[in-house]
């Protein structure tokens, strides 16, 4: 996805994962990442890109077997450009999963200061969601169709507060999951 400014949602999303990568060392965590450039997982010469992109992924999953996955993206709606705010999807069948979706979508909610709220989303279809071994959930930071929100997504300060937000929300799951087990 390109956005109007001219935008690319993969350098967006390797901004994001690299400012919550920061912030979850930080707090002590390993984390991996399962690319640290622009370019992607795949064989130059693939035919489709895109699901050997995938398939790649998935396969650093399962080689690391975390505790918890986060796939960092930017959303769109092109048809309507109003559509905006933080979105946070979980594979339908991981009780896990939805529980990691709701405390990082609440925490994006609250502190982000979201005035129309969005809820976490249960999906069966997103290649990650059904096919990852961990816990994994997708966050969407917003949507490059929006003309405010894509300007505000290339915000170093909203940068900050977003990162921050979702490792708030996984640090809340990581505190409730180690309390019950």
Excluded: W
Aim: aromatic content about 8%; some cysteine.
């Amino acid at each position: 996805m390109i956005g109007e400014s001219g935008i690319s949602e993969k350098v967006l999303n390797l901004v994001y994962a690299k400012k919550l990568a920061a912030l979850l060392e930080a707090e002590g965590y390993k984390v991996v990442l399962t690319r640290t450039t622009e370019d992607g997982l795949y064989d130059a010469d693939a035919s489709n890109k895109k699901a050997q992109d995938m398939q790649r992924r998935v396969a650093v999953i399962e080689a690391e077997d975390p505790v918890l996955t986060v796939s960092i993206h930017q959303n769109s709606y092109p048809e309507d450009s109003s559509v905006k705010g933080p979105q946070v999807f979980y594979y339908e069948q991981s009780a896990e999963g939805e529980k990691l979706a709701t405390a990082i979508q609440d925490s994006l909610n609250v502190e982000l200061e979201i005035e129309r709220p969005r809820v976490q989303k249960g999906n069966t279809t997103y290649y990650i969601l059904k096919r990852s071994v961990s816990t994994t959930v997708i966050v969407e930071c917003g949507f490059l169709t929006n003309p405010e929100e894509e300007m505000l997504l290339q915000e170093e300060a909203y940068q900050d507060q977003m990162a921050q937000a979702i490792c708030d929300g996984i640090l809340t799951y990581l505190l409730d999951k180690n309390e019950y087990n």
